[in-house]
């Protein structure tokens, strides 16, 4: 009947102030001219019941106004039967005209209608009955003159009526037309993503095939850009269905470093131009374990890391993960900032409304199609979440999410149990950084870690610097990037043999010489990485000083490799194709069962946190079907814990190696010459 409840608001109070007029005057004649006493009162307490139910808005809208317009005809009636009110008549029927047409009533029009007449009857009746009015030809004519008016009024506010309902009736066709059109869009967009999404999956496995026979850098661009449209083909995916309100939840565990890691995984990966720096803050406080929709969570940072980097060219981009514990588990917050080109007040609003592609020229001259806030904006208000923003044009951009996380695992997501004994060094050149915001984000980075982690951090900005650092403070760890390194790489490589774990960050491809005890760690550096090496996970505490391990002979070896995330796939298999190992894949615990079953494989590399099935259970899955065939593989879980004992209890489940995400080369030929001592079996 109305568009919304404000609106049906406003009619009722128009219409409830006409009736409380024509009851107060009913009240006020009653007492004047001494009609029946009881009457009065029962005429105020529907009064005053009607306000109660407006201002309560008691019950639904239609039974509110049967009881306005019910209570006003019965007092218009005894206002009309009394002799004196016999021209007055017309006055209050109109009134109550006028009340019925507000809130669309026009069956009261006719019961209005009908009840004048009646009155009018009723009064010539008395009239000639008590013989009190003498009917004269004025008399006469004021009495047609009102039947007249009443029915004009009433044949008036009728068509007025259907004049709006009319008009309701076509609005409400045009707009079914324009939501059966954008349905129909949708379901266009639906169907032709699923389309597409055969070809191109086509053209990623062909040209994975052809990549595993032989490395060409035409083909690998033909994937690269394979992979780009598939992204961008489940971005249609996902914005159809938050516009069509189909999106689904799961909920599952998942570690929040497994789940950094996999994103981080693909960083530069597919990029062969320059980037601005990426800085990863990951609270290490966080709890270890979470529930909720971790793969919406990973389509979230992810699309709002491709948002910062398409409109930033200088700088770099922070990305801050944190949380707040509250009764209820935790408010998970993600907060992305980068030095780009910013955004106006007008973009953020129309961001917030879902309205994709804010300026349509910046997408064309950046790339992309334009959905990704929108499907962030979209995912949040499903998880019932929030989303701010906070921009200003040509000063970079910040946008945090905040969404509620069951907590499985209270423990923090990192730890480091031997900080006591620990003293880092973070040796960072200020002035290799072109813009200040960059070095902010490195600053804010080493802190929290070394908050989070409770250990002792100094801070060096030359090489001089460093040196008494190192002497004086009896450093145990040193952090820093390629830079720093190549400033005096003899010097990195004494210190390190001599109980110094070094570690440099770097593009994915650098490496120093062969038998160095320098750990490399690929870009971006972050807690995860950190604490991994202050937790002993590069074995260099099981090497010679200054002798590194023999490169593992591993030709012909079959290896299977099983994640769910497939950036780790590409990763894997671009290192393992350096020991020229004939690798396959998986993407899922089911996959890796069924592929074990029917091909025979010297090594299994086992991602733990998978959907469905876990990689602990594949794993004894795998190994009770061996058992039974008499065949022997040897398993290692290949995951991103970095948790104190992770490798004791991979150890403890079963697996015969543990190697940690990202994977350091030092690990996996130290596992690898532990397990395969003599190459291939």
Known sequence: MYDNNDGVSKVHNSAIMIITVTCMVAIVESLLHGWEFWVPPLIAGG??????????????????ENFYLTLSTMVAFFHGVHETSFFEIIVISVLLMSAATLMRRKEFLLIILIEFYVLMTIQVILVE????TVFDSYSIS??????????????ALKSVLTGWNRTEATLEKKKLEEDAEKTGMEDFLVNISHELRTPVNVINGMTALILKKEDREDVLSIKNAGIRLSHQIEDIQDYSEIQRGEVVLTNDKYMITSLLNDITAGYNLFSNVERPE???DLDPTLPAMLKGDAKKIAKIITLLLDNAFKFTRKGGVYLHITGYKKDYGLNLVIEVTDTGIGMTKADIERLSKGRYQANRKRNRSTGGIGLGLSIVYG????????VSVESVKGSGTTVRVSIVQEVINPSPCLYVPERSSMNTAFYVMPEKYKAPALKEFYNLMAINMATGLKIKLNSATSLPELKKLITREA????????????????YFEKVSREGVTVTVSAPVGYSVRRGSSVVVM???????????VLNGDTDASELLPGAGEQKPELDGLRALVVDDEMLNLVVAKGLFKDYNMIVDTAESGMEAISKCDSNDYDVVFMDHMMPEMDGVEAMKRIRMAMEQSGKNIIIIALTANALSGAREMFMKEGFDGFISKPIIIRDFEHVMNRLFPNGKT
């Not at 995912?379 to 929030?386: A, I, L, T």
């Open 142 to 155: 004021r009495i047609v003159l009102h039947c007249v008016a009443e029915f004009c009024v009433y044949r």
């Open 47 to 64: 009064l005053i019941a009607s306000w109660w139910f407006h201002l309560t808005q008691y019950s639904r809208p239609a039974f509110r």
């Open 278 to 280: 990426l800085v990863v």
């Open 522 to 532: 690929p870009k971006p550096l972050y807690g995860y990485q950190v604490a991994k």
């Open 475 to 490: 450093i145990t760890h040193v952090f820093m990037g390629i830079e720093e390194y190549e400033q005096d790489p003899e």
């Open 379 to 386: 995912f949040v208000r499903v998880m019932k979440g929030f």
């Open 129 to 132: 009955y008590t013989g009190n």
